[in-house]
């Protein structure tokens, strides 16, 4: 059942980053300005709402679930390890 809800949950942080990168970046095709600004101003704002939402939630999951843990230890360890480029072995 934990597996069931973690799954749940990090579709649910993927859906709203996805949608709400989409609304952000999203360009409007509207002829007349009026309804142009008001769906280029709605867009932005739903945007913002739902990566909002989406960080949110993220940053309470994460206390609390297992999977989303091992995410954020695993991107941790990623960001820690020594960049190849950078090794001394590697000046020729």
Do not use: Y
Not at 7 to 12: H, K, S
Not at 22 to 34: C, K, M, N, S
Not at 35 to 58: E, G, P, Q, W, Y
């Amino acid at each position: 059942m934990k597996k069931a809800v973690s799954i749940l949950r990090i579709a649910i942080i993927t859906i709203l980053g996805g949608f709400g990168t989409l609304f952000l970046f999203g360009e409007e095709q509207d002829e007349a300005i009026l309804s142009f600004l008001l769906h280029f101003v709605l867009d932005k704002v739903f945007a913002i709402i739902l990566l909002v939402v989406m960080f949110t939630l993220t940053a309470r999951w994460k206390e609390t679930d297992e999977w989303l843990k091992a995410i954020f230890k695993w991107c941790e360890e990623a960001d820690n390890a020594p960049n190849p480029m950078q090794l001394k072995d590697n000046e020729d």
